[in-house]
């Protein structure tokens, strides 16, 4: 068959066809390496699958790219690489939105601290026999509710922006929530041991709490610091999505009125019993990898963020360890990312007491939980460092609010000649303060109290002034 009637027959450009079959364009399945028609593609198809690795690997640890960034980063490299103007072809990279991450929750949430916490769950759910009861694996945990509601999606006509009457925004409301494994919400009295699991903030560890878990077969069970509570991950996400419904639809029945602390309880409380209910419950503690214990439920790509400030014995990180003989030429974007890995070098550090997770009845958590006895003594207050020095000055201070000093710390030249005091009498059973002022006398250069000790109760500038006693 001829060029011209496969053309015909088929419906495709006779000179297409006769490029492909002189050897002009190639034949081949690959999609990449087909002509296409306008400008030719700025980066090749090893450059643009590069851009591509380093843009997933900056999302996966938290600090994905947008598509300005993106578009700038990929005009700096083509300028480094001197092939003019980018363009994006790749059909896998995407525009999406990133979930927020805070510094310390990617620093907290890596590999070796969830290995670690998994491996003490497991000790202490054998020990007190928890594999096959979800029943007495418990979690708890609080949340904030705002007063101001988020206004959920409305009905409307194409065009018009709708607005949604709000509470004012005056407090936020604790909500705290307990729920099972087994779906249950209020923790019924068991005889068998019953595992509670909470974070570790300072306020809730004791050796109070322990010894009364000892006691009452409680294990208190505390939870990685910086990391979400199978409650965060199934439970509070829906509590507060039907909450702002709840307010929106209060808000509509009852026009003019707020949301305030004597009606909260009441709206909160029918989101509460639908979000903390039995299916979110189980869901939660099944994706935490409570119940049923699964390691590996939590997966690598959760804790990619913490990667840059992973730490070594030699106090670099991970990442940055490079062996001197197998030193290569950084690329444009391996230098991104270097800079990106070395940031976290840069943050200064503080000393803290060591963490406490785990069961915090056991022995090494409760040496933790001692108090240090290598206090350090209080630094001295202002007024003590003014109490202190207060009879170097040869004046005497016009306050009496600096009574203490009439002691034997004071001078007699600083004294009142008449009382024989620093401050007056009825200053010492004041209960405000009060400027006290002083008189010096011209003829025997003793200090009096005026108004108090004397009659005078102002001296002007050169007016003549006796005390009681030179009269």
């Given amino acids: 068959m001829s060029v011209y009637k496969a053309a015909i027959l088929y419906g495709l450009p006779e000179s297409m066809l006769r490029d492909r079959t002189l050897g002009l364009q190639p034949v081949t399945n690959e999609h990449e390496n087909l002509p296409s028609l306008g400008q030719l593609p700025t980066f090749t198809a090893n450059e643009e699958r590069q851009l591509v690795e380093h843009l997933s ?17 990929a005009t700096d490299w083509a300028i480094t690489l001197s092939t003019g103007r980018s363009r994006r072809r790749n059909p896998d990279v995407t525009l999406a939105k990133p979930q927020k991450l805070s510094v310390l929750r990617a620093k907290c949430t890596s590999e070796e601290t969830i290995n670690k916490y998994f491996a003490e769950l497991e000790k202490v759910m054998k020990k007190h026999d928890l594999d096959n009861h979800p029943e007495l694996i418990w979690n708890i945990d609080e949340t904030g509710l705002m007063m101001e509601h988020n ?85 509070f996400g829906p509590l507060k999505n039907i909450y702002h419904s709840e307010c929106q639809s209060y808000m509509r029945r009852n026009p003019g009125m707020q949301i305030n602390r004597y009606n909260i309880a009441e709206i909160s409380s029918k989101a509460y019993n639908k979000g903390v209910c039995a299916e979110n419950l189980i869901s939660a503690f099944r994706k935490t990898g409570v119940f049923p214990r699964r390691r590996y439920s939590i997966t690598p790509a959760k804790t990619a963020p913490s990667a840059i400030y992973t730490i070594d014995h030699t106090g670099d990180h991970v990442h940055s360890i490079v062996n001197s003989q197998d030193v290569q030429p950084e690329s444009f974007l391996d230098r991104k990312q270097k800079n990106t890995e070395s940031s976290g070098d840069n943050q200064n550090a503080r000393k803290r007491k060591p963490t406490i997770m785990g069961d915090i009845t056991s022995p090494s958590k409760k040496e933790l939980m001692m108090p240090n006895e290598n206090v350090k003594k209080p630094k001295k207050t202002v007024k003590e460092k003014k109490t202190k020095n207060a009879h170097l000055s040869p004046v005497p201070g016009p306050s009496a609010y600096c009574k203490i000093l009439a002691s034997s710390d004071t001078e007699k030249e600083d004294l009142c000649c008449v009382c024989r005091k620093f401050s007056p009498e009825p200053m010492n059973v004041a209960f405000t303060i009060e400027l006290v002022n002083w008189g010096e006398c011209d003829k025997c250069g003793h200090w009096t109290h005026l108004k108090y000790c004397s009659q005078v109760k102002v001296v002007r500038r050169h007016d003549e002034f006796l005390c009681p006693c030179c009269e």
Avoid at 57 to 73: D, F, K, P, V
Avoid at 152 to 180: D, E, F, L, N, W
Wanted: hydrophobic share 40%.
């Fill in 57 to 73: 690997y900056m999302a996966s640890i938290g600090y994905g790219h947008t598509r300005s960034e993106l578009l700038n980063l």
């Fill in 151 to 235: 206004p959920r999606h409305v009905v409307c006509v194409k065009g018009m922006t709708p607005q949604a009457i709000t509470s004012s925004r005056v407090k936020t409301v604790t909500i705290i929530a307990c729920g099972s494994a087994a779906g249950i919400r209020l923790p019924p009295y068991y005889d068998h041991s019953v595992m509670i699991l909470f974070d570790g903030h300072k306020s809730h560890i004791n050796l109070t709490l322990s010894a009364w878990g000892e006691a009452n077969n409680v294990v208190f069970f505390v939870l990685p610091q910086h990391t979400s509570h199978p409650l965060d991950v199934g439970c």
